[in-house]
């Protein structure tokens, strides 16, 4: 038994009675200790890990960027409450039978998506789209969030897959009495607001603040990208082939796909269809919206990752990078909403009729934005023991 356990199951009436805002009876010193209580269960560090005020590349510090950041005034990220969010995204508590957490459905290692094309829920069930990466979360201009863009904001969007009958099936009044069974949620929840006291508003606020501090920004691009000097020339690491890659991606005139995923954190702005279907299947954001015109409609998500976020698309439908390029590259459909980006000639599918050597090199640059550092960084990692 370790050290943290035995002070717990020796002390656990006492803690009880500690973390009752009522008591006014005097508490053994050895109960204040709250690291050692958490070390029964958790592995966190002494001091909490850095969250805020992050440093950025100065290529990612500026306007385009910084505009696009959702976080609202009333919840900035701070370290205790992103340490709080961090166990909260890996707890299976959240799920109604202890089966399933956040980090179920988000895996670390793939960029915090799923590796397969639908996630399986608390009883088996599969979910109706693919799990979108959340990684960069925080930058998406408008808010929004879910491919359907349902949710307004990242804090409205991390309740609904814990209530979702499918997913997590929980209550949030039943989570909250259930969390607050549990002593070192009572410890976390003071450290981050102040009080112990649970409720799904706060629940919301920590689980947001951790899933901003994704930040990736140290891949073989970013590297590059920060020895540039004359931004005419090919990124300094880079091979012939991944150089030709970055030339495709940026060309208005080749694959044009920095039209759509923007800026360096090659993120989108909007929902947009992007020709999967020559009529929708699965209405997107017109079932939110109701607006036909808004149909076949989904958010375009970062680039950052995305070799490791396979399969592609809202329903994961695209195993490869290939495939994606090979879509873009002749396979857009006549959708009625296609996105103007994606249209040609006479208003019909735009053809980028890349070459096979243009394809490769393509692929290869979008693998330059695989970011190891990010995906094996223990702040985002499981905390539990």
């Known amino acids: 038994m370790t050290r943290g356990a035995f002070c717990f199951l020796a002390l ?61 005034n009333n919840n900035p990220i701070t370290d205790a409450g992103a340490t709080l969010g961090r166990v909260l995204f890996y707890d299976k508590k959240l799920s109604a ?7 179920s459905c988000h895996l670390q290692e793939n960029s915090f998506t ?9 009883e088996g069930e ?25 949710a307004s904001s990242l804090e409205e969007q991390t309740l609904l897959p814990i209530q979702d009958h499918i997913e997590m099936g929980m209550f949030l009044e039943t989570l909250e009495t259930k969390l607050a069974q549990e002593y070192y949620y009572r410890i976390l929840f003071r450290q981050a607001f102040g009080d112990i006291e649970i409720t799904s508003d706060r629940i919301s606020l920590a689980l947001s603040q951790f899933i901003r501090s994704m930040l990736s920004y140290n891949s073989k691009y970013d590297k590059g990208l920060a020895q540039l000097s004359n931004p005419g020339q090919g990124l ?103 996105d103007i980006m994606l249209r040609g000639a006479n208003n019909q599918p735009r053809r980028l009729n890349l070459s096979v050597e243009e394809r490769e090199a393509l692929v290869a640059f979008l693998e330059t934005l695989t970011d190891e550092e990010f995906i094996n960084d223990v702040r985002f990692s499981d905390p539990f023991k």
């Open 12 to 72: 656990s009436l006492t803690l009880l009675q500690a973390c009752n805002p009522d008591s006014t009876s005097t508490i053994p010193e050895l109960v204040l200790d709250e690291q050692i209580l958490l070390e029964a269960v958790l592995n966190l560090p002494d001091q909490h890990y850095a969250y805020s005020d992050i440093e950025l590349p100065n290529f990612l510090a500026i306007p385009p960027v910084n505009n696009a950041d959702n976080t609202p």
């Open 97 to 103: 039978n202890n089966t399933i957490a956040c980090a």
């Open 236 to 338: 300094p690491g880079f091979t012939a082939q991944e150089n030709l890659g970055r030339a495709v991606f940026f060309s208005p005139t080749l694959g044009n796909c920095a039209g759509c995923h923007r800026t360096n954190l090659f993120i989108g702005d909007r929902a947009q269809n992007n020709g999967l279907d020559l009529s929708s299947t699965d209405n997107g954001l017109g079932d939110v919206t109701g607006f036909p015109t808004d149909n076949g409609k989904f958010k375009v998500p970062s680039l950052r990752n995305i070799a490791l976020t396979a399969p592609y698309m809202h329903d994961g439908r695209f195993n490869t990078l290939h495939q994606v390029v090979d879509h873009y590259n002749n396979g857009v459909q006549p959708h009625p909403n296609l």
């Open 126 to 150: 599969l979910t109706g789209r693919h799990s979108m990466s959340l990684a960069n979360a925080r930058y998406y201009q408008n808010g929004h969030f879910f491919w359907d863009e349902r």
């Open 114 to 122: 799923d590796p397969v094309a639908l996630s399986t829920g608390f």
